[in-house]
């Protein structure tokens, strides 16, 4: 994503709010990313990431097909043409992550390494954004429902775990699984609500994407699993 000045503001780079100036900038950031794939190889890029690669017709460049969460998505060029195979509108936020994964992706396998947002190389700065965008908003909604947690997790495409009181894997995109848990509060301990990563997220996302990542499935979970 495009850098600003502070990256502390919790108006600032981290954020996806829908305001007039940072839709502007978010619409420059877009632009950006579409000249620069274009100018890559797609067939390598759709490799890289994990993701299907068709040669379009006509001397037409083609089509990357890949998911984000539990939703599937066209990328035509050479015009960069970005669709949903449900045929619904496609927020500005959602090309701008899939352009960068595609554009970042490096191929790596996964680790089967778990580690938090602060152990991924210069996580450990915006380790609180993180925690405020991603994971505490969370807690108020399901940390006293384990199942209601994974309940919304499968909804969202993702599949179980077998940590903590619950937990679940959730495919955000091909080669970048979420892994989430939570613990139960009692009368001693609050509950607290763990959102990790496999090591190789690295290889395909920007610390500022994996937290907009992270708030569009915060966002998604609590609106598919909210209780009283």
């Known amino acids: 994503m495009e850098k600003r000045k502070n990256m502390h503001d919790e108006e600032g780079t981290f954020g996806m709010r829908p305001h007039l100036k ?78 960068h994964y595609l554009i970042k992706a490096d191929g790596r396998p996964l680790s089967h390494q778990l580690i938090p947002y602060k152990e991924i190389p210069g996580g450990m700065l915006y380790a609180g954004v993180f925690a405020r965008r991603a994971v505490e908003p969370l807690i108020p909604v399901f940390g006293q429902s384990p199942e209601a947690f994974l309940d919304a997790g499968f909804r969202l495409g993702g599949r179980k775990a077998e940590y903590g009181d619950a937990s679940f894997v959730l495919p955000a995109l091909p080669r970048m699984p979420m892994t989430y848990i939570v613990w139960k509060g009692d009368e001693e301990f609050p509950a607290t609500i763990q959102l990790l990563f496999d090591k190789s997220v690295e290889g395909y996302l920007s610390l500022e994407d994996i937290v907009v990542v992270s708030e569009m499935a915060t966002s998604r979970l609590i609106a598919l699993g909210r209780v009283d």
Request: hydrophobic share 35%; aromatic share 8%.
């Open 22 to 99: 940072k839709q502007k900038n978010y619409r420059q950031t877009f632009d950006l990313a579409c000249q620069q794939l274009k100018g890559l190889d797609l067939r390598e890029r759709a490799e890289k990431g994990g993701v299907h690669f068709e040669k379009g017709p006509h001397g037409k460049k083609g089509r990357i097909s890949l998911d984000l969460f539990n939703a599937g998505y066209f990328v035509d060029f050479p015009d960069v043409l970005i669709t949903s195979t449900d045929k619904k509108v496609v927020s500005l936020v959602a090309k701008i992550v899939l352009l």
